[in-house]
């Protein structure tokens, strides 16, 4: 029977990080006691940090945006909640996630959330909107004044005289699709097709027919189809992340950008097509040819004219203008007022590294204004939640509070860091509720946490907000 038990144990422990759906189950009291490997990959947290630890001392979050914590302390189950944010990685994660409280007899013993990562429809669902909505950003919609930038977009407008391929490589949102359709917009082109498709969002065995087209009979089910090239005939095709095409395919791409002419599948005539190509990637060319994610013979062809987009934190010039125009975009479309940022707010957008690119800085300001109700200005309490902790930086602090902390440290004695993080944690809010009057509400909003998480603190380091130093 023991035995049972135990087997049982381990096919659950098995099944748990096996499965393709994130799980986080906290107990009563909300330490984490499941987390589990895809949950891991979609939080880009690692096991130890969480497992074994209270939800309080992982996040950093409001009250409200916590769902696990309304799961515990309301009972409340929550569904269908979708987020999409940026792992540490600086991949842009999207996911559904369901909460609910784990009941006893009625009483609420923990809790537990599932997340489905739908990034991949997302994105399938994101690019084929873009299909319809045409080509419609132009020069002069590009926002960023920095040498690096003013080069790319110099070079990619004299590109827009000639129709020689292009490959465009740059991070993920640092604007490839922009620049493809301000290349197709401001050259003779403009007024045929912009055609544009990505290449890791489909299935391998769908992409021969959806590029090249299908004639009828060719396989079952099979009819006459014009593929993309014939449908962005006299115009530009862009094709996205090149280097995710089968290598067989990458062959007949490169035979149908050389000769001009494309084949439908099953068809036994070539059709001639007057097509630009506008190819991009996210990783360098070089380490993809070394992998064989790309052949270097359509490398050769594609990169007759070869724009690198720097990554957004290697033009921190561009980052204020885009947060104003991002702010000018957000205040149009949910009729608001918003007239700019704190210092602070600034300071915070200069020193992040910006995984997600232009992307992730919009969704910022997307996500802030959605925060604000009749403020003008932007603080650091309206930034989503997820950089509330990231901008409480060591400068910040430091500025805010003098540099005695960290000089009190006994040098060359360094406690460990564990220690030396509490130590910061609980002299930073003895600070704040003094600096508040001892008012919790607003020294919780100072420290960008809610209340119900600056009393859990005040109780677990024995801090009486009356006997303040
Ligand atoms: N220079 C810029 N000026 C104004 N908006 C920009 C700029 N660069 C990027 N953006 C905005 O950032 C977002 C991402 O840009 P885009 O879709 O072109 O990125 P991408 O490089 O194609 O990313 P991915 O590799 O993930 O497909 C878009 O919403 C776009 O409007
Ligand atoms: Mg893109």
Do not use: W
């Given at each position: 029977m023991l035995m049972d038990l135990e087997l049982l144990q381990l096919i659950f422990q098995r099944i748990i990080n096996e499965i393709d759906i994130g799980l986080h189950i906290v107990d009563e009291n909300g330490t984490s006691v499941v987390y589990n490997n895809k949950m891991k990959q979609i939080e880009g947290m690692d096991v130890e940090d969480v497992l074994g630890k209270n939800l309080l001392d992982v996040f950093t979050f409001a009250e409200h945006d916590s769902t696990l914590l309304q799961a515990l302390q309301y009972g409340k189950t929550i569904k269908n909640v979708k987020q999409t944010y940026f792992n540490n990685k600086g991949q842009e994660i999207t996911t559904v996630n369901h909460t609910f409280p784990i009941l006893k007899n009625g009483n609420i013993k923990g809790a537990i959330e599932i997340a489905k990562d739908v990034t991949k429809l997302e994105r399938l669902i994101?690019?084929?909107?873009?299909?319809?909505?045409?080509?419609?950003?132009?020069?002069?919609?590009l926002i960023g004044d920095s040498p690096a930038f003013r080069?790319?977009?110099?070079?990619?407008?004299?590109?827009?005289?000639?129709s020689s391929s292009i490959l465009i490589v740059g991070d993920t949102g640092t604007g490839k699709e922009l620049?493809?359709?301000?290349?197709?917009?401001?050259?003779?082109?403009?007024?045929?097709?912009?055609?544009?498709?990505?290449?890791?969002a489909l299935p391998e065995s769908l992409v021969e027919g959806l590029l090249f087209g299908t004639t009828k009979g060719a396989f079952t089910g099979a009819v006459d189809r014009p593929g993309l090239f014939e449908q962005a005939n006299g115009g530009t095709l862009l094709l996205d992340e090149i280097n995710s095409l089968d290598l067989n395919l990458q062959a007949k791409l490169l035979r149908a950008i050389q000769e001009k002419t494309i084949r439908r599948i099953g068809a036994s005539k070539d059709t001639p097509i007057d097509v630009?190509?506008?190819a991009t990637m996210n990783e360098d060319p070089v380490d993809a040819i070394s992998a064989q994610r790309l052949r270097k013979d359509l490398y050769y062809r594609l990169s007759v004219v070869t724009l690198f987009i720097p990554p957004l934190k290697d033009r921190k010039e561009d980052i204020l203008p885009l947060a104003l125009h991002f702010i000018d975009k957000y205040n149009a479309l949910f009729q608001m007022e918003v007239k700019g940022m704190e210092d602070e707010v600034s300071e915070f957008l200069l020193s992040y590294d910006w995984p997600g690119n232009v992307r992730e800085l919009e969704h910022l300001i997307e996500g802030a204004l959605n925060m604000m109700s009749y403020e003008e200005t932007i603080d650091l309490t309206h930034?989503?939640?997820?950089?509330?902790?990231?901008?409480?930086?060591?400068?910040r602090l430091q500025k805010h509070y003098g540099y005695e902390f960290f000089a009190t440290l006994p040098s060359g004695s360094a406690p460990p860091l564990k220690e030396q993080i509490e130590n910061a944690e609980k002299y930073f809010i003895q600070k704040t509720i003094k600096k508040c009057d001892n008012n919790i509400s607003k020294a919780a909003k100072t420290l960008g946490i809610s209340r119900q998480s600056l009393q859990y603190r005040l109780k677990k380091w024995g801090i009486r907000p009356d006997q303040e130093r």
């Open positions: 994101r690019d084929n909107m873009n299909k319809t909505e045409n080509a419609k950003y132009t020069f002069d919609s080069e790319v977009c110099e070079h990619a407008k004299r590109a827009t005289r000639t620049f493809a359709q301000s290349i197709h917009n401001g050259s003779q082109r403009s007024t045929g097709p912009f055609v544009s498709q990505n290449c890791a630009r190509i506008i930034l989503p939640f997820q950089y509330r902790t990231k901008s409480q930086t060591k400068d």
